[in-house]
């Protein structure tokens, strides 16, 4: 996918990999080996929202996606109704002429602990939290229309299960379940994830519940995608099937991922 489908630019998007995963994943779906997508990172749902998109017809894949974000929750729950909709729209309208492009007005504005100042912040203001680029500051005067995104159809076109938990809970939901493909992308064990830094008790469950628990033991297909580092091969040396480099837009940042897996342990 070349453009987003999101209607925030979102850090860890994995819009520029999921060609590749789908290649791998194509043939379980249309041998109707698999019955549901699970993200339980789901994040911008960018791997779930291409896997529909190429198989729109097909109503047995039910898509299983959770984040324990509560604002990209509430954005599913507003982008279901017309008429909330329209109502947030409305204030971030109002917001973005009382911002009238002034920096400080701006700050104030993504401080607000609410839905509308979370999504000003990232829909103009990218990642860089220390930084107001003028030049982006021309975007204040665009319609806000959440229905132009793909991710409008998605939502409301999709069999979707959006759940708001832990993701290892729903990792154990669904890992013994033989119709269940697992996407899984958790906050990285090392670096930062900007929206996860506050949550450390979160991004270590999953990793020691993967120690522990071994992938090849579980019933359910299973992609791991991990940024590449030395523990992540300590732990996952006999599983990883590929790896591949990474460049973050409107950053510097390049890293590699691995692509890590179960399927060559199920018959």
């Keep these: 996918m070349k453009q987003n489908h999101f209607y925030i630019p979102y850090l860890g998007n994995k819009r520029n990999e999921v060609v590749n995963l ?3 994943i194509e043939k379980y779906i249309l041998n109707d080996e698999v019955n549901y997508i699970v993200e339980p990172f789901c994040g911008s749902c960018s791997i779930s ?7 729109k017809d097909n109503n047995k894949i039910t898509y299983i996606l959770n984040d324990n974000n509560k604002y990209l929750y509430e954005m ?7 008429n909330k909709i329209k109502e947030f729209e409305n204030i971030i309208k109002e917001k973005i002429i009382y911002i009238n492009k002034e920096k400080e007005k701006y700050k104030n504005v993504c401080k607000e602990e609410n839905i509308y100042g979370w999504f000003i912040k990232h829909k103009y203001y990218y990642i860089h939290p220390s930084l ?6 021309c975007m204040f005067d665009n319609e806000i ?3 132009k995104y793909p991710i409008y159809e998605f939502f409301n076109k999709a069999n979707i ?10 990792y154990k939901k669904y890992k013994d379940n033989i119709k269940a493909f697992i996407i899984l992308d958790p906050p990285y064990i090392i670096s930062c994830n900007i929206d996860y830094e506050n949550q450390i008790d979160m991004k270590k469950n999953i990793y020691d519940y993967l120690y522990f ?17 030395f523990i992540i091969r300590i732990l996952f040396n ?8 990474k460049k973050y837009a409107k950053t510097q940042k390049k890293t590699n991922h691995l692509l890590i897996s179960n399927i060559k342990y199920i018959n």
Excluded: M, Q, T, V
């Design 22 to 24: 789908y290649n791998k």
């Design 49 to 55: 929202y291409y896997i529909w998109l190429k198989n």
């Design 76 to 82: 599913y729950l507003i982008l279901k109704d017309d």
């Design 132 to 137: 107001f680029p003028s030049k982006r500051l």
């Design 145 to 147: 229309n959440l229905k």
């Design 161 to 170: 299960k959006y759940n708001l938990d832990d993701g290892l809970n729903i």
């Design 213 to 229: 628990n071994k992938i090849d033991n579980e019933k359910a297909k299973i992609y791991l995608i991990l940024e590449d580092n």
């Design 238 to 245: 006999d599983n990883i099937i590929n790896s591949y480099d």
